[in-house]
C-alpha cells in the first residue's frame, strides 16, 4: 500500500474519494433507486399519474390552436373579400365619377356657349334700340311732307266686290 502523508489528505478531498470508485457507485446507484421507488409510491397512492394529464391538456391546446388557426383563416378570407368587394365599389364610384366629371365639363362648355349667345343677342337688341331711336329722331326733326295723292276710285261690281283680276 501507499502512504499519503496527512496534509495532503486534508487538502485533497477529491482523490481521496476517488480512490474509491466502487463504493462511491454503489451510494449513487442506492440513491436513485430509493429514488425511483419513492416517485412510484408517491404515484400509486395518489391515483393518477401527470403524464395523461399532461399528453390530454397538450392535446387540447394543439386542438384549440388548430381551431384559432382555422378561425384565422376564415376571418381573413373574410377580411379579402371585404376588401376586394370594397376596391370594387371604389371602382364604380371613380367611374360615376369620371362620368360626373365629363357631364359636367360639357355642361359648363353649354352654359359658356350659351352665355356667349346671350350675349351677342343683347349686343344685337342694342344695336336696334339705337337704330330705331336714331330713325325716330330723325322723323320727329324732318316732318313728313304732304304728298299729292289722287284718290281714284276702283270699279266694282253690281254686288260691291272688287273685279277679279286678270293675269297680266
Same mark, same amino acid.
Given at each position: 500500500m501507499?502512504?499519503?502523508?496527512?496534509?495532503e489528505t486534508?487538502?485533497?478531498?477529491?482523490?481521496?474519494?476517488?480512490?474509491?470508485?466502487?463504493?462511491?457507485?454503489a451510494?449513487?446507484?442506492?440513491?436513485?433507486v430509493v429514488?425511483a421507488?419513492s416517485?412510484?409510491?408517491?404515484r400509486?397512492?395518489?391515483g393518477?399519474?401527470?403524464?395523461?394529464?399532461?399528453?390530454?391538456?397538450?392535446?387540447?391546446?394543439q386542438?384549440?390552436?388548430?381551431?384559432a388557426?382555422? @378561425?384565422?383563416?376564415?376571418?381573413t378570407?373574410?377580411?379579402?373579400?371585404?376588401?376586394?368587394d370594397s376596391?370594387d @365599389?371604389?371602382q364604380?364610384? @371613380?367611374?360615376?365619377l369620371q362620368?360626373?366629371k365629363r357631364?359636367?365639363?360639357? @355642361?359648363?362648355?353649354?352654359?359658356?356657349?350659351?352665355s356667349?349667345?346671350?350675349g351677342e343677342?343683347?349686343?344685337?337688341?342694342?344695336g336696334?334700340?339705337?337704330?330705331?331711336?336714331s330713325?325716330r329722331?330723325?322723323?320727329?326733326?324732318?316732318?313728313?311732307s304732304p304728298?299729292k295723292?289722287?284718290?281714284?276710285?276702283?270699279?266694282?261690281?253690281?254686288?260691291?266686290?272688287?273685279?277679279?283680276?286678270?293675269?297680266g
Amino acid at each position: 500500500m501507499v502512504n499519503i502523508p496527512a496534509a495532503e489528505t486534508r487538502t485533497n478531498g477529491v482523490a481521496r474519494i476517488g480512490s474509491q470508485p466502487i463504493a462511491l457507485a454503489a451510494v449513487v446507484l442506492v440513491l436513485i433507486v430509493v429514488s425511483a421507488g419513492s416517485i412510484a409510491l408517491w404515484r400509486a397512492s395518489t391515483g393518477t399519474s401527470p403524464e395523461p394529464d399532461r399528453v390530454v391538456a397538450a392535446r387540447q391546446a394543439q386542438a384549440r390552436a388548430a381551431l384559432a388557426s382555422e @378561425q384565422l383563416v376564415e376571418k381573413t378570407k373574410a377580411l379579402e373579400s371585404s376588401q376586394q368587394d370594397s376596391i370594387d @365599389q371604389l371602382q364604380v364610384v @371613380q367611374d360615376q365619377l369620371q362620368t360626373v366629371k365629363r357631364l359636367l365639363a360639357a @355642361q359648363q362648355a353649354d352654359t359658356k356657349r350659351l352665355s356667349d349667345q346671350v350675349g351677342e343677342l343683347t349686343g344685337a337688341i342694342d344695336g336696334l334700340r339705337q337704330s330705331f331711336a336714331s330713325a325716330r329722331s330723325a322723323e320727329v326733326s324732318n316732318p313728313p311732307s304732304p304728298r299729292k295723292t289722287s284718290f281714284r276710285p276702283r270699279p266694282r261690281t253690281a254686288r260691291g266686290r272688287k273685279p277679279a283680276r286678270t293675269p297680266g
